[in-house]
């Protein structure tokens, strides 16, 4: 069975992206199979969606061979993916329902890359949600995500930049996230306010003795008052100017300056 363009299937089912949901759809084939290759090989390989609207980045995962499992909470959309599941049988499964309400390691059941154009609304949600957790490594095998360029950025940048914060170490202390691809806005229907940009991560080994969740606690208590001085971001969390004095890093300092290796140091002292 060959698909309908894009096009022809938001005007047959009456679509239209919805601002509530943070939609905006990509139509440009080429360009959907550029985003599906970054990944690299995904023949056989198990493939999560979350947002597929009509299926533009679904149908590209599927030519290149995975077995997709979409997340799609938009109704209106589930007739246009069924149209895809058929032209591919036995390779995509559509599930109407809330990703954030869904346990994606026993929904997939194998390991998985994640590929998805994010809806803005939960994007960094979903993102923080993926980075956490105790048990690591995870059971996604890699992220391949679109995000709004700014957030992009605060993820794989740099200590001292005005965008490194509390995103930048989550996505750095145990993964190696890098910008694959920029997406002008002019890509997307409606177009977008803003720039977009795909982040592609990579799990590595975790450094040892280090609890995520006193990560996540100490980023947000350090990021929380970006301009303040550590001594006083900090004061509220227990033993973390202990913490400060023995990893022998300046109380006088702001979060900013603090490479992940300290935030990483700091956290193991924490750690009970």
């Not at 938001?10 to 970054?38: P, V």
Request: glycine content about 6%.
């Amino acid at each position: 069975m060959s698909l309908p363009p894009l096009r022809e299937v938001i005007a047959t089912h009456g679509l239209s992206a919805s601002k509530a949901l943070g939609q905006n759809f990509l139509f440009d084939e080429q360009l959907l199979n550029r985003i599906a290759a970054i990944p690299d090989d995904l023949a056989d390989k198990a493939v999560l969606e979350i947002g597929p609207g009509p299926g533009g980045l679904t149908r590209a995962l599927l030519r290149a061979g995975a077995r997709v499992t979409a997340i799609e909470r938009d109704s209106r959309c589930i007739p246009a993916l069924a149209q895809v599941e058929e032209a591919f049988p036995g390779k995509l499964r559509v599930l109407e329902d809330d990703a954030l309400k869904l346990d994606h390691t026993d929904l997939m059941g194998e390991p998985f890359a994640v590929a998805a154009n994010l809806p803005y609304n939960i994007g960094t949600l979903l993102f923080t949600r993926w980075m956490g957790g105790e048990t690591w490594p995870p059971a996604w095998t890699s992220l391949t995500l679109m995000f709004q360029q700014e957030v992009a950025q605060r993820i794989v940048a740099k200590p001292g930049s005005s965008a490194y914060g509390r995103l930048s170490v989550l996505a750095q202390w145990r993964a190696t996230p890098k910008l694959a691809m920029k997406v002008h806005r002019s890509a997307f229907t409606p177009p977008p306010k803003v720039m977009s940009a795909i982040v592609h991560v990579e799990p590595r080994a975790a450094p040892e003795g280090v609890s995520a969740k006193v990560l996540e606690r100490l980023t947000e208590a350090a990021f929380g008052q970006r301009r303040k001085m550590l001594r006083q971001s900090l004061k509220a969390l227990p033993g973390a100017l202990d913490a400060l004095n023995a990893c022998e890093i300046d109380p006088t300092r702001r979060a900013e300056t603090l490479s992940i290796e300290e935030f990483v140091a700091l956290a193991r002292v924490l750690t009970p």
